[in-house]
Every structure is written in C-alpha cells, then in structure tokens.
C-alpha cells in the first residue's frame, strides 16, 4: 500500500517599506505567530538593494483543510 504524498501550503510576506525597512522585533512577532499557527520559516531574505524583508513559510496541509479544498463552495 502506497503513503499518500505530503501536501504543503506556503505563506509569503514582505515586512518594512521604503523608508523604514524591516525591523528585528516586527519580524519576531510575526514569526511567532506564525510558529503558534504552524508555520515554519524556510526561508527569510532581503531582496537586493531593499531595506524590506521577505519571509517564506510553509506547514503540511491538514486533512481538513485537504477535504475543504477538494469541495466545490456554495453559495
């Protein structure tokens, strides 16, 4: 009998602006909360010549969530 294959779902988000930029406590806060709702950072990075950050997350797709998405909405 096969296993089924592991599904992720990812979440991206560029923190900062052009004036400001990113700062250290906005970015742990933000990471988490993310941690809290089952996220994992897999990548953080700075795009070139940028003072914003962007994070990448990705967590395993619940059956739930798996079952929501197989279902057409109503409406």
Request: aromatic share 10%; hydrophobic share 35%.
């Amino acid at each position: 009998m096969t296993e089924p294959s592991v599904q992720w779902e990812y979440r991206v988000l560029t923190v900062g602006n052009a004036f400001s930029g990113a700062k250290d406590g906005q970015i742990e806060g933000i990471l988490n909360e993310w941690g809290v709702e089952g996220w994992e950072a897999v990548n953080v990075y700075a795009p070139s010549n940028s003072p914003k950050v962007t994070l990448v997350a990705k967590r395993q797709v619940s059956s739930s969530v798996r079952r929501a998405r197989s279902m057409p909405t109503i409406y």
